[in-house]
């Protein structure tokens, strides 16, 4: 199947055929047809003045500016641009408010059938793409350009539409939404990055259940489509915070944006005889170190080990020369002599036990025995 | 519209005269459009060219199947810059006396296709809807306003908030339905509380942030960010209804889970202190005490109301303890054993309405 764009006119009336708007489960038109704005997605308050202007413009027989659909099934589509202009008109054929018309404050149905109308036979210049997913995504951050930006997970949404998707909003992509909330302490915003509204937490969540099921953020979107609910989603990311907060008790604001959920899938077998006061008094004590330059890669460092994270910090130039020259470049572990480019400092008594990063606890090993030395 | 009130009028009313909004009216009402057809709604705090709850009711005649609009009101508004006659030449004196409208049919009576204000005033001319004078005041209570209640099937005003009590307590009595603005703290008086709690009464959609602006003689005098230029802003304001509306049946998700720090107990009450409606605990399965802004999530599905913190403890007596310890000790509010900043070892509680989740998920934190 090849990408395919459709340009297509479609009067008001047509999409105002079994109009609904439901706050909880969505906005829907064109007979069933068009999801207008699915459930859970942001809910802009469009201005009533912006609203308004809508209203005026296609009284006015004016153009407005081209809206595009995405085509999620046989003859089903979602509106992924001109979602508010939609909503504006339909709101108002609807009854629901009323605009200034010739000094009166006027329902639609308090128009003139001539005015009515013509709002009725009114057309919305429409795009209508289609094409496999990938291609459709890579279509949707193509046009992304115009208006209100959305995010990549704003558009996996659209592309991978459906019940799974709508349920996981529900936990996921609400201002104040369960998500953001969730935790004894902090809620998951001290944990996760982004912001719940531009979808960040969500995606953070399936990127999350993705690397555990060895999948993509897309892989796992498009399995768990059709899937009744994201119960799965949820409690998995219930479960990794529940992790995150028994181990380290004491909440830090280093711990913000680490890869839980990565390392909950390598470690939770694992960290069970792991003691959170043991944990605590170590991060603590990690936190004062003058050495350890990354404060944030403490956490990783505990779980495994791994001093890199630390950024710990290096011997200087000056501490270097002085080890140098007390050496008289030879090297303490072969015994040959080398330029000093071709050396390297080291720890004597290693960091991880103690050995500060100061002028008497460094030495110059030749190269390879440096590389020998951290692999042990 | 409030810029056309006379002089002489403005002077005259009382300080809580408001015209809410045509907007905030719509976006309430939008969600409560099934209930209208064929039915007989009252607006009677609404001179009709000065209420925006009138002009609603008329624009929305025939789409809502309305079969009766009647409004209660003093004469003598302008309506779309020309003076309206209603009963030949009256004196000023004479604009001024209360009157009702009873609106049967809406219809394009002046033959340009639309149906407006305009049409409106035009069958009133033509006696195809009514107005008359009221003998008495106008005054709600009054009897002939009040066999106008007994008429009417909906109820859907702004009514004076200095009346608010008795207004709804009228309204209750008599089983009407309603959709009416109120102030937040009406929901503790001993007159509404109760029908909450019964699930009798309710709270409607609202407005954004819990903030009306309301159409205004009045200077604004409240030092506001969000001023706007003849709007008085207002804040705590809600819509009680006992009309079934979706919003209602919304369950809170719940992600706090309890433990006895974050969740403190009463000294002179076993109940929890919950001091945000979003912080319920999912796992608690006692008595929670909420503010009272929680009535705007209330799913009764998902909660029982046990009560207020004035019903629970009505038959309690205040422990010496708390006495000596605070020197504005109130025998009817809840207190929290920590010193409040304020030179007193117990913290007075604001009102709290007093919960239990009916569905608790199993509890997590293991009591020592």
């Keep these: ?376 | 519209m409030a810029s056309n009130l006379t002089l002489n009028r403005a002077n005259k009313a009382k300080k809580d005269e408001f015209y809410t909004q045509l907007s905030d009216i719509e976006n309430e009402l939008k969600h409560y459009r099934k209930h209208f057809a064929g039915k007989t709604v009252l607006c009677n705090c609404d001179d009709p060219f000065e209420s925006n709850f009138f002009q609603y009711f008329c624009l929305n005649f025939n789409r809502l199947k309305l079969r009766k609009l009647i409004a209660t009101c003093y004469s003598g508004s302008p309506i779309s810059g020309s003076q309206l006659t209603l009963f030949g030449d009256e004196t000023e004196e004479e604009k001024h006396t209360p009157y009702k409208a009873v609106v049967t049919s809406i219809h394009d009576a002046d033959g340009d296709g639309a149906t407006s204000m305009v049409d409106v005033a035009e069958l009133f001319r033509q006696g195809e809807n009514t107005i008359e004078r009221l003998q008495g005041n106008g005054d709600f209570r009054s009897k002939e306003c009040m066999s106008l209640l007994d008429e009417a099937d909906i109820v859907v005003t702004n009514p004076p908030f200095s009346m608010f009590e008795e207004y709804i307590s009228t309204l209750l009595k008599k089983n009407k339905k309603f959709v009416i603005i109120g102030n937040q703290n009406a929901l503790k008086y001993k007159a509404v509380f109760p029908y909450l709690q019964n699930n009798e009464l309710w709270l409607g959609y609202g407005f954004p942030g819990n903030v009306a602006f309301f159409e205004s003689p009045y200077k604004d005098i409240a030092v506001s960010s969000t001023h706007r230029e003849g709007m008085i802003r207002v804040s705590g304001i809600m819509w009680y209804t006992n009309l079934d509306i979706k919003k209602r049946h919304e369950e809170l998700v719940l992600v706090k889970r309890y433990n006895p720090k974050d969740y403190p107990k009463y000294v002179n009450y076993d109940a929890i202190e919950v001091g945000k409606t979003s912080d319920i605990p999912c796992d608690y399965s006692g008595n929670m005490g909420v503010p009272i802004t929680f009535m705007t999530k209330y799913d009764p599905e998902q909660f029982e109301i046990v009560g207020m913190n004035w019903t629970v403890l009505a038959d309690a007596v205040l422990s010496d303890d708390i006495r000596n310890h605070h020197n504005v000790a109130r025998r009817l509010n809840f207190y929290l054993p920590k010193p409040d900043g304020r030179g007193n070892d117990y913290s007075r509680m604001y009102d709290r309405i007093v919960i239990r989740n009916r569905h608790p998920e199993p509890q997590r934190y293991q009591e020592v």
């Design chain 1, 1 to 376: 199947m090849t990408m395919d764009i459709k340009e297509c006119r479609i009067k008001v009336s047509a999409v105002y055929e079994n109009y609904e708007n439901d706050e909880e489960e969505g906005v829907t038109g064109y007979n069933d047809r068009l999801d207008i704005r699915p459930k859970y997605q942001r809910e802009f308050v469009y201005k009533p003045d912006k609203r308004d202007a809508v209203i005026d413009t296609v009284l006015q027989g004016l153009p407005l500016n081209v809206m595009y659909w995405a085509k999620t099934g046989e003859d089903t589509y979602e509106v992924l641009d001109g979602q508010q202009r939609t909503i504006s008109l339909m709101e108002y054929v609807d009854g629901n408010y009323s605009v200034e018309y010739d000094g009166n404050s006027m329902n639609f149905d308090n128009l003139p059938q001539d005015i009515q109308q013509r709002i009725l036979d009114y057309e919305l210049f429409v795009y209508i793409c289609d094409g496999t997913d990938s291609e459709k995504l890579k279509w949707f951050k193509t046009i992304n350009i115009a208006g209100e930006r959305l995010t990549d997970q704003e558009l996996r949404n659209a592309v991978y539409a459906g019940t799974w998707t709508a349920s996981a909003k529900k936990y996921f992509s609400k201002s104040n939404c369960a998500a953001s909330r969730y935790g004894s302490n902090v809620g998951c915003e001290g944990y996760v990055r982004g912001d719940s509204i531009r979808q960040e937490i969500l995606e953070t969540a399936i990127s999350w259940i993705a690397d555990r099921d060895h999948t993509t953020i897309d892989g796992y979107m498009s399995q768990h489509q059709n899937d009744q609910t994201a119960q799965e989603l949820w409690s998995y990311f219930r479960t990794v915070i529940d992790w995150a907060e028994g181990l380290f008790t004491q909440y830090r604001k280093e711990m913000k944006g680490l890869p839980w959920g990565i390392w909950y899938n390598q470690l939770n077998k694992k960290t069970a005889d792991l003691d959170p006061k043991d944990l605590e008094s170590k991060v603590s004590k990690l936190m004062c170190d003058e050495d350890v330059q990354k404060k944030s890669g403490v956490y990783e460092y505990l779980l495994f080990g791994n001093e890199n994270a630390l950024n710990v910090r290096a011997f200087s130039e000056r501490d270097k020369r002085q080890a140098y020259e007390r050496q008289k470049g030879v090297c303490p572990l072969c015994g040959k002599q080398y330029p000093i480019e071709k050396m390297q400092a080291d720890h004597i008594k290693p960091w991880s036990e103690g050995g500060q990063t100061i002028p008497e606890n460094c030495q110059m090993l030749c190269t390879q025995d440096n590389i020998k030395k951290s692999n042990r």
